[in-house]
Structures are given as C-alpha cells and as structure tokens.
C-alpha cells in the first residue's frame, strides 16, 4: 500500500533554517501538503505544492518537490520559537485518492 | 482559508456512556467530511468518510456500530462513540473538503480536535 514517511524529530537553534523530508511510494495527488500541528490542536494547512512545480516559495517557507525519487521537503528559514509543533506531509493515494499522511516530524527550536 | 469548527474539545465521560462529537464547516458546503484518531505521538488515521445525505464509508478495521457518523446537512457531520470503554480515549480530528477553485482533488481543513478520556 501507499506509505508516506518522515523523520520523527529535528532539533535547531532560532535563527537557523530547518529542513523537514518526507518521502513517499506512491501518488496520484495533484496537491501535496504540508500541515502544522500544535499540541493539543488540529491541523493548519501550512502550504501546498501543485505536482508539476518543483517548488514553490512562499515567505519563509520553501517546499521542494522532486517527483522522479517521490521526495517532498519543507524549508522554514529564519526558524522561531513559534515555529515549534509537529509537521505532517500528506499526498493522496492513487488507489482511493484519500489523503495518507508521514507520522509527523516533530520540529524543537531551541532559543 | 477555510473554517472548520469542531467541538467539544475535551470530554471525559465514564465507561459505557456515548459521546457525540459535531464537526462544522463554518463558510463553505462541505458535502464530503473525513473524521481521524491520532494517537500520542502517531499519525493521524483515517476511521470514515462521511458523505452528505449517504451512509459513511468505514475504513477497514473501524467498527461501524461503534463509531456511527451521521452527515445530516452540507455543513455538520457527527460522530458519535457509543459505549465508549477506556480504549476509545484518543484524539479525534475531522476534516472537511471545500471543492474551492484548486479543482478535483483534495485540499482539506481541520477541526481543533477533541481529546477524548474514557474513564
């Protein structure tokens, strides 16, 4: 079946870019995601990236997308405390088209 | 973006009560709403589809009578946990798709989540 997997843990000083991966086996989607979670809360919708870009930029953030070896990155630049919660890339299945999310990289940013 | 507002968004009940968890899409017709645990620490799993005005779609393994959504309007979805026993304590998440201008596929909102205890 479809898998999507991402490190589990990133540790940076503020200030500094962060780099979260996420690979995947398999997708049909049109979209890719990327969504934010804080603790005890839902998920935002952080950015997305449309599968023919190869990325896209959006202030601090930069998704890069490389379809040939299924790999999907976040780039937060200039790194916040604020920045602090779980990341989750999410592409869809091309059997159900349902979203498959990674297991969530948690993102610690040291001040 | 998009609102989807979920409550309530913590409850404790005992063992063998039901739970009934509502999920709204505040400005926008949501006629397809999803609805997800998520245990400590893991990724969210999807439990059901729910489609407005037709029976939900159960992932393999969600034990439908347990879990029962119902999809009444174009804006409210719920799930109700029925006889709930300490091991449905988890976080629930719903989502909803707003068809919007991006087209067919995907591109969902979330709800703020109930953490749900089973004591």
């Known amino acids: 079946g479809e898998d999507v997997e991402q490190s589990l843990f990133l540790s940076v000083r503020e200030g500094d870019s962060s780099v979260i991966n996420c690979t995947y086996t398999?997708?049909?989607?049109?979209?890719l995601y990327w969504y934010k979670q804080e603790p005890g809360a839902g998920l935002q919708l952080l950015t997305y990236i449309f599968s023919n870009m190869d990325m896209k930029q959006d202030q601090r953030l930069t998704v890069l997308l490389n379809k040939k070896d299924k790999h999907l990155s976040l780039r937060i630049a200039d790194t916040q405390t604020g920045d602090s919660a779980i990341y989750f890339c999410?592409?869809?299945?091309?059997?159900?088209?349902?979203?498959?999310f990674g297991q969530g990289t948690t993102l610690q940013v040291k001040p | 973006g998009a609102v989807v507002s979920q409550h309530p968004s913590r409850v404790i009940c005992k063992s063998g009560t039901s739970v009934k968890i509502e999920c709204r899409s505040l400005d926008f017709q949501a006629t397809t709403m999803f609805w997800y645990r998520q245990f400590p620490k893991q990724s969210l799993m999807l439990m059901a589809t729910?489609?407005?005005?037709?029976?939900?779609?159960?992932e393999q393994g969600v034990e439908k009578d347990k879990f029962l959504i119902n999809h009444a309007s174009l804006t409210l979805s719920t799930l109700t946990v029925t006889s709930a026993h300490p091991e449905d304590s988890s976080f629930y998440i719903c989502s909803a798709r707003d068809p919007g201008p991006w087209g067919a596929n995907e591109k969902l909102f979330f709800g703020s989540g109930t953490q749900l205890s089973v004591l």
């Open positions: 729910s489609n407005e005005g037709s029976k939900a779609t159960y």
């Open positions: 398999d997708s049909s989607s049109t979209y």
């Open positions: 999410a592409v869809a299945s091309s059997n159900t088209g349902k979203l498959i």
